[in-house]
């Protein structure tokens, strides 16, 4: 990814294993703007980079929030985050990337679940300062475990806050029900996303969902494939245990990559011919019958030969 510093200005407990972080420019300067449902990559040391939600509010540019859940027995990022970032210290990030925007709409149904209540935050306010109706329901293991939820309650009295100890798994068919011509924005764990899924499709809704771990599908086994860079007819044999993105950077091709799970959109790359594998979790339905874009870290080629706009 492409890095900046950036410097934690502020640290704070949010809920049970969830902690803030409150980030300014080392230079002083105001940070790039941003929108609702945005995200940045942050750089985590040898784990890699992390993709965490903007979850303060775009118009001020001075500094930007994250919330980090630690998983002390995850992959390593947020165990880094929460060992090492400390007010003061200097974190690499990304700009600001958004494949969750909000759409322009009257109505709007936000359903969140755990720490996927970050990049619905904003897209809350954002709601109600238009002035378009809306709802939330956010849900999680217990109270003490939903971040920001006292800040929620106070300032949006009509939020529903449903911890699972209290009041059992969110009602998605009730919640759902009735809103046809509502925008229905979800981000949570991946049985939340499903379940939404599912009951958004059933019921004929626009459901939008941000996933930050990949979807759980099976995929035929991999066959090796070409890949022909279009600007040049230049062509290279991807293996079977090989990635577009790796075969290219190993030539020398300069490829921007992020999470390397299909998730966070970076290496999204236009095709100009051949039939698409698509094996990300971030492209609609609609975009993937187009045939014109794939994520180059996860996605392969059913066809002989991809041709790349590259």
Not at 29 to 47: E, F, K, N, Q, Y
Not at 102 to 108: I, K, M
Request: aromatic letters at 6%.
């Amino acid at each position: 990814m492409t890095e900046f510093p950036v410097r934690v200005a502020a640290r704070r407990d949010e809920a049970e294993g969830v902690f803030s972080l409150e980030l300014a420019s080392v230079a002083g300067a105001a940070l790039p703007g941003w929108t609702p449902g945005a995200h940045i990559d942050v750089a985590v040391g040898a784990s890699g980079v992390r993709q965490y939600s903007l979850c303060g509010d775009p118009a001020q540019s001075s500094h930007w929030r994250i919330a980090v859940l630690h998983e002390p027995s995850g992959r390593g990022g947020s165990h880094y985050l929460h060992s090492t970032a400390l007010p003061g210290t200097v974190l690499r990030v990304s700009m600001p990337r958004n494949n969750f925007e909000l759409v322009d709409c009257g109505r709007y149904v936000f359903v969140a679940g755990g720490i996927g209540i970050t990049p619905i935050l904003p897209m809350v306010a954002a709601a109600d300062a238009a002035g378009a109706s809306w709802s939330l329901y956010y849900g999680g293991r217990t109270r003490a475990h939903m971040a920001f939820a006292d800040d929620l309650a106070n300032r949006y009295p009509a939020a529903k806050l449903l911890p699972q100890n209290e009041h059992g798994l969110l009602p998605l068919a009730e919640i759902l029900a009735g809103h046809r011509d509502a925008a229905v924005y979800c981000c949570g764990p991946e049985p939340l996303l499903a379940a939404v899924e599912a009951e958004g499709a059933r019921q004929g809704l626009a459901v939008h969902l941000e996933r930050f771990v990949p979807k759980p599908r099976e995929f035929a086994p991999n066959e090796a494939f070409e890949v022909r860079l279009a600007s040049s007819g230049a062509t290279f044999r991807v293996g079977v245990n090989q990635s577009i993105a790796d075969v290219l950077e190993r030539a020398g091709i300069s490829i921007v990559t992020s999470c390397r799970e299909g998730t966070c959109g970076t290496c999204e790359t236009a095709v100009r011919a051949g039939d698409i594998d698509h094996r990300d979790s971030l492209l609609t339905a609609e975009e993937r019958a187009r045939g014109d874009t794939m994520m180059l870290c996860v996605s392969r080629a059913r066809s002989d030969v991809l041709v790349l706009d590259l």
